[in-house]
């Protein structure tokens, strides 16, 4: 069974740093692309990052890009966001999700969520 | 970037009504089209892969349709269950995004 677990969240000042992290289990984690999607307070789902399942490319929001970065450890079975700058407007749980077996791309398995608040 | 909209933002239906939400792309993106369903405080559920692939375990009652830039999720029979945000998501970019959602009420 596919299990996803983030961590890592909680409360921090803005313009500070975070590192999230979600570790893997019940499928070959070095074989799948994932990525990080949130959901702030009264919105919608938003994509945030994704990465390829070598770690050798990586995708941002623009919302987040120059400030988030995304990584894996595939050794660990672990996906990373080093989340730095943060702003009020990165409050919000923060999802990991792996995608499916067949093109086009999509997210069958996801984490619980982590929560990540932004605050003074 | 592409860019997801969805219709109606809300809307409200009764339990056995034929329920219709639509997704436009800003620009053609094949069938590269997946909806979910989302409830507060759990997890985002894939419903429909590809623009029309049922994932397993899903009820039948859910089907996708489209291509290019105009994509629709069909539920056939509302069920009290369905009661939830729904939103469309492109992967035929790298930089994946989603629609805005459409909270569904059951009257």
């Given at each position: 069974e596919v299990q996803l677990l983030e961590s890592g969240g909680g409360l921090v000042e803005p313009g500070g740093s975070l590192r999230l992290s979600c570790a893997g289990s019940g499928f070959t984690f070095s074989t799948y692309d994932m990525s990080w999607v949130r959901q702030a307070p009264g919105k919608g789902l938003e994509w945030v990052s994704g990465i390829s399942g070598s770690g050798g490319s990586t995708y941002y929001a623009d919302s987040v890009n120059g400030r988030f970065t995304l990584s894996r450890d595939n050794s660990e079975s672990t996906l990373y966001l080093q989340m730095n700058s943060?702003?009020?407007?990165?409050?919000a749980v923060y999802y990991c999700a792996k995608v499916g077996t067949t093109w086009p791309e999509h997210f069958p398995h996801w984490g619980q969520g982590t929560l990540v608040t932004v605050s003074p | 970037d592409i860019q997801m909209t969805q219709s109606p933002s809300s809307l409200s239906a009764s339990v056995g009504d034929r329920v219709t939400i639509t997704c436009r792309a800003s620009q053609s993106i094949s069938r590269s089209l997946n909806w979910y369903q989302h409830k507060s405080g759990k997890a985002p559920k894939l419903l429909?892969?590809?623009?029309?692939s049922l994932q397993s375990g899903?009820?039948?009652?859910f089907t996708g349709s489209g291509s290019g830039t105009d994509f629709t999720l069909t539920i056939s029979s509302l069920q009290p269950e369905d009661s939830a945000t729904y939103y469309c998501q492109q992967s035929y970019s790298n930089l994946y995004s989603f629609g805005q959602g459409t909270k569904l009420e059951i009257k």
């Open positions: 943060l702003t009020a407007e990165d409050t | 429909i892969y590809a623009t029309s899903v009820p039948s009652r």
